[in-house]
C-alpha cells in the first residue's frame, strides 16, 4: 500500500554503502526523516515509521519517465506509420503525398504540363527536389572555374562544407558535386598510377584488378551522391520552367570543342539560357602543374601510306599537347561573358583516365544545375540558327510531351566551318529504325543501332522511334530522374544506346525523331588519325593498342546484356559461375522502369535476343506511330 504523504525527493548520496562499523546498510527516507544506522537486523529498512516509506515506482522523477518513454514510442509509432502510408501510396496508387495533395506518377502518355512530380528531401517544404525552391538559383552562385584545367576546381572556396551539404541533401551545390567528382578522379588518378608501376614492375597487370580497383573507388566516392538522390529518384536540384537548356558536352582531344561552343551559343536564339556541362579529356604533355609528371602526348594511328597488299599503313606518333577549347571559348571576347556567368561548367582528365563516352557523359550528367531540358550531344557539331528554339518546339509537338525523348544520327559534315550549319532550309531528319547484332569479336554480339526512312517534309508531328542515339538527344529534365546515368559503366564505347533506349521506354518517355537537321555532326573514321580512348588505357598500363581496353570492354559489357536478356552468357549465375558478378555492382539502379516491360519493348523493337536478329520495324519506317 503506497502511503499518503507525497513522495520526497531522493538524496544525492549512493543508495547503499558501508556504515562507519564496516558491516552496516543504510537506506533513504524522505528528508523530513534523519538517516539513522541499523541495529539489530539487517533487515531494517528505516528508522522512521515504516508507514512514511514510499516506493521508487511512486515517485514524481519515475512517473515523468514513464511518460517521457510513452510519448517517444507514440512518436515513433506515427513516423513508422507514415512512413509505411507514403510507400503505400507511391506502391499501390501510383501516388506521392506532397503537403496536402497527392501528386500521381506520370503514367504512360499523358500530358502533365509543367508537373514537377518527383518527391523532396526532408530539409524542404517544396516539391522540386534537393535545391528548395524552383525559383532559387543559391546552388549555382558558387561558379567552377574553368581555368586551370585539372586543377580548377580546387580552387572553389569551402570545399568541405560544400560536399557535406551536397552529400547531406542539406544544400546540394553545383560546386558541391564537382568537388565530389573530382575527389573521385584524384583517386582514381593515383590509383591508376599505382596500378602502372605495378604494371612496369612486374610485367603484369589483369583486367580484373583495374576493375576492381575502380568499383571500390566508385563505390566509396559516387555512391553516397547516388544513394542520396538518385536511388530516391528526386532530381539533386529543382527544376527550373524557364526553357533553360543543359548541353551535356563529352569530349576526348578534341579540337572542335571551341567551335562546337562557338556555334552552340553564335546561332542559339537565346544564348542566355543555354548552359553546358563539359568534360574534357585531354593530354596535357609533360609537368602540366606542380608535382604531376605529365605523359608524352601521341597521336592516333595516322595513315602513312600503303603496304603490298595495298592496305593502309599506320603509324602512332609524338604530339604536342592537345588544344584546350574551354580556354579559347572562354578567352574570346565575343564568349568570355558566358563563362564569367558560370554558364560553362567543365572538368578536365587526364586522357589516359578517360573511361569511355559512358562514363564521360555520367560525369557531364552531374554537372547539370536544374536547367528546364537535357541536352546530350558530341563536341564536334555544328549548329543551325535558332537550333535551341527549333529543339524545344518541336519536342512540344511531340504526342506524348512531356514524356517525350527526341534522338537522331544527324547529317555529317567534312569541311570545318567554325561551328556553324548554313542554310536557309534545314534538310529532313532521319528516323533511326534498324539495328544490328554487331559481327565484331570486340563489340561480342551488342546491338547496334542505325537509320532507316526519312521524313518526307510534310508531317505534321514528330513520329516515334524505338531507339536513343548517345551523340544526340533532347529531353525535358526530368529524364535525369527516371534514367540516370549509370556510373559503374567505364571502357564501353558500345552498348550505352540500346540500354539507353530501353530504359527510357520502360520508364515511360517516347522517342521521337526530329522532323528536321537542325545540327551536323563530324564522323571520324579511323583514316583520319584522331587519338581514341581506347590507346590512351592501354599505354597507361604498358599495353600499347587497343587490346587491353578491349580486354576490360569485353567484361563490363555483360552488364548490358545482363539487362538486355542474353540468356546464352549473362544471366547473374552464369555471371557469378565465372567470377564476373561484379560487373552487377548496383545495377538494380540502373535497369528498366516499371510502365512497360523489357519484354514489350523487345517485342515492340522487333529484337530477338535469343537467335541474335533484328527484324524489320515497319512501324518506325512508315512513320505511323505518333
Not at 551522391?225 to 538518385?230: C, K, P, S
Not at 544526340?472 to 530522374?481: G, I
Request: aromatic share 10%; net charge neutral.
Amino acid at each position: 500500500m503506497h502511503s499518503n504523504n507525497p513522495p520526497s525527493p531522493m538524496a544525492s548520496t549512493p543508495l547503499t554503502s558501508n556504515s562507519s562499523n564496516g558491516s552496516k546498510k543504510r537506506r533513504f527516507i524522505s528528508r523530513k526523516y534523519s538517516q539513522t544506522a541499523a541495529t539489530s537486523s539487517s533487515s531494517a529498512i528505516f528508522s522512521a515509521d515504516a508507514s512514511n516509506s514510499v516506493p521508487l515506482t511512486s515517485t514524481k522523477p519515475f512517473l515523468a519517465l514513464v511518460t517521457l518513454l510513452a510519448l517517444a514510442l507514440t512518436i515513433q509509432f506515427a513516423i513508422v506509420f507514415s512512413w509505411h502510408h507514403k510507400r503505400h501510396d507511391v506502391h499501390v496508387l501510383g501516388k506521392i503525398d506532397v503537403g496536402q495533395v497527392l501528386v500521381p506518377q506520370l503514367p504512360l502518355d499523358e500530358n502533365v504540363g509543367d508537373l514537377i512530380y518527383m518527391p523532396n528531401n526532408n530539409n524542404n517544404n517544396n516539391n522540386n527536389g534537393g535545391g528548395g525552391d524552383s525559383d532559387d538559383l543559391s546552388h549555382l552562385k558558387q561558379h567552377i572555374p574553368y581555368m586551370p584545367p585539372i586543377t580548377n576546381v580546387h580552387r572553389i572556396p569551402n570545399p568541405i562544407q560544400l560536399k557535406e551539404e551536397t552529400i547531406s541533401g542539406h544544400h546540394p551545390t553545383v560546386a558541391g558535386v564537382a568537388l565530389i567528382l573530382s575527389d573521385f578522379l584524384t583517386e582514381l588518378h593515383r590509383s591508376n598510377q599505382l596500378l602502372a608501376i605495378k604494371a612496369k614492375a612486374t610485367g603484369k597487370i589483369t583486367r580484373d584488378e583495374v576493375h576492381e580497383a575502380f568499383v571500390h573507388l566508385a563505390s566509396k566516392y559516387l555512391l553516397p551522391l547516388e544513394a542520396q538522390y538518385v536511388y530516391q529518384k528526386r532530381p539533386i536540384f529543382p527544376i527550373r520552367k524557364d526553357d533553360s537548356i543543359f548541353i551535356s558536352l563529352a569530349s576526348f582531344r578534341d579540337h572542335l570543342l571551341s567551335d562546337t561552343l562557338k556555334g552552340a551559343f553564335d546561332q542559339a536564339k537565346h544564348p542566355e539560357k543555354l548552359f553546358v556541362g563539359a568534360i574534357v579529356q585531354n593530354c596535357f604533355g609533360l609537368n602540366p602543374y606542380e608535382g604531376e609528371e605529365g605523359v608524352q602526348c601521341r597521336t592516333g594511328a595516322q595513315v602513312v601510306g600503303k603496304d603490298k597488299n595495298g592496305r593502309d599503313k599506320t603509324k602512332v606518333s609524338d604530339a604536342p599537347p592537345d588544344r584546350n577549347g574551354i580556354e579559347e571559348f572562354c578567352n574570346s571576347p565575343q564568349h568570355k561573358q558566358y563563362c564569367d556567368n558560370g554558364q560553362v561548367r567543365v572538368l578536365y582528365l587526364h586522357e589516359n583516365e578517360s573511361l569511355g563516352p559512358a562514363m564521360a557523359r555520367y560525369y557531364a550528367s552531374k554537372l547539370w544545375g536544374g536547367e528546364t531540358y537535357f541536352a546530350q550531344t558530341d563536341s564536334h557539331l555544328e549548329f543551325y540558327k535558332d537550333w535551341d528554339e527549333l529543339y524545344t518546339n518541336e519536342l512540344k509537338a511531340t504526342k506524348a510531351y512531356p514524356k517525350s525523348v527526341l534522338s537522331s544520327y544527324p547529317p555529317g559534315f567534312q569541311t570545318e566551318n567554325g561551328g556553324i550549319l548554313e542554310g536557309t532550309t534545314a534538310t529532313p531528319g532521319a528516323r533511326l529504325c534498324t539495328c544490328e547484332f554487331s559481327s565484331s569479336d570486340v563489340e561480342a554480339k551488342i546491338i547496334r543501332i542505325n537509320t532507316g526512312t526519312g521524313y518526307h517534309g510534310d508531317e505534321k508531328r514528330p513520329t516515334q522511334i524505338p531507339f536513343i542515339a548517345a551523340g544526340f538527344f533532347f529531353a525535358s529534365a526530368e529524364f535525369l530522374v527516371d534514367v540516370p546515368f549509370d556510373p559503374y559503366m567505364p571502357w564501353c564505347f558500345m552498348g550505352e544506346e540500346i540500354m539507353l533506349s530501353m530504359r527510357a521506354w520502360t520508364n515511360g518517355w517516347s522517342i521521337y525523331a526530329p522532323r528536321r537537321n537542325w545540327i551536323a555532326h563530324q564522323y571520324r573514321p579511323g583514316r583520319m588519325g584522331l587519338p581514341k580512348f581506347w590507346g590512351s588505357v592501354g599505354r597507361l598500363f604498358g599495353k600499347p593498342g587497343p587490346g587491353f581496353s578491349n580486354q576490360l570492354q569485353l567484361k563490363l559489357i555483360k552488364r548490358v546484356k545482363y539487362l538486355v536478356g542474353y540468356k546464352d552468357c549473362c544471366t547473374r549465375d552464369k555471371l557469378r559461375e565465372e567470377g564476373s558478378e561484379l560487373v552487377l555492382q548496383e545495377v538494380d539502379h540502373y535497369g528498366f522502369g516499371n510502365v512497360r516491360t523489357r519484354e514489350e519493348y523487345l517485342e515492340w523493337a522487333q529484337i530477338d535476343v535469343d537467335n541474335k536478329r533484328c527484324r524489320r520495324i515497319e512501324w518506325c519506317n512508315k512513320g505511323s506511330l505518333e
